[in-house]
T-cell receptor
Framework: NAGVTQTPKFQVLKTGQSMTLQCAQD?????MSWYRQDPGMGLRLIHY???????DQGEVPNGYNVSRSTTEDFPLRLLSAAPSQTSVYFC??????????FGSGTQLSVL | KQEVTQIPAALSVPEGENLVLNCSFT??????LQWFRQDPGKGLTSLLL?????REQTSGRLNASLDKSSGRSTLYIAASQPGDSATYLC????????????FGGGTRLMVKP
């Protein structure tokens, strides 16, 4: 089992560029989510999905888009990157209401 | 808005000690509470999950308790080892399915040989 796979592991963007962070899970989990982790701010929920075709906003959704066309994939799109989006991004999945499984993270720097 | 606090922020102990990590939350209407471990540069690994109807969960040398009325959870680590050195985070699930987690800031643990 690969678990939760995130790509890329590292990315450097210029302000205004767009990109997609990929997340895939092979455990047939209904729930998937994206968090960002910042020093002094902890982990904060960006967007989440409770099943294919269903997404909702978390605590800090501005500047990010998501879609969930399949159970396995939950990409996070940055439409126009800003320095404030420099962070470590984690994707997580799990059965609803059960333990979450996290990916290894994507370290993003926006210059 | 739910707030989750972890004290202390950092802890250094000699190998073999039993220790307790604390987690407090402001809204007692939680669905579940989860303890995670994070190693430097890595993702999070779920250690224990306590549903709101439960009082504690155990896994090996780890025991987590939940007291909703006082808004507190503790993670007890028995006979600590250098391999336990990591950051420990608690998070409460605060929607109907317990999926939307609010994280504490973490406790950075170092166990010295």
């Amino acid at each position: 089992n690969a678990g939760v796979t995130q790509t890329p592991k590292f990315q450097v963007l210029k302000t205004g560029q767009s990109m997609t962070l990929q997340c895939a899970q092979d455990m047939n989990h209904e729930y998937m989510s994206w968090y960002r982790q910042d020093p002094g701010m902890g982990l904060r929920l960006i967007h989440y999905s409770v099943g294919a075709g269903i997404t909702d906003q978390g605590e800090v959704p501005n500047g990010y888009n998501v879609s969930r066309s399949t159970t396995e994939d939950f990409p996070l799109r940055l439409l126009s990157a800003a320095p404030s989006q420099t962070s470590v991004y984690f994707c997580a999945s799990g059965p609803n209401g059960e333990k979450l499984f996290f990916g290894s993270g994507t370290q993003l720097s926006v210059l | 808005k739910q707030e989750v606090t972890q004290i202390p922020a950092a802890l250094s102990v000699p190998e073999g000690e039993n220790l307790v990590l604390n987690c407090s939350f402001t809204d007692s209407a939680i669905y579940n509470l989860q303890w995670f471990r994070q190693d430097p540069g890595k993702g999070l690994t779920s250690l224990l999950l306590i549903q709101s109807s439960q009082r504690e969960q155990t896994s090996g040398r780890l025991n987590a308790s939940l007291d909703k009325s006082s808004g507190r959870s503790t993670l007890y680590i028995a006979a600590s080892q250098p391999g336990d050195s990591a950051t420990y985070l608690c998070a409460d699930g605060n929607n109907n399915a317990g999926n939307m987690l609010t994280f504490g800031g973490g406790t950075r643990l170092m166990v010295k040989p």
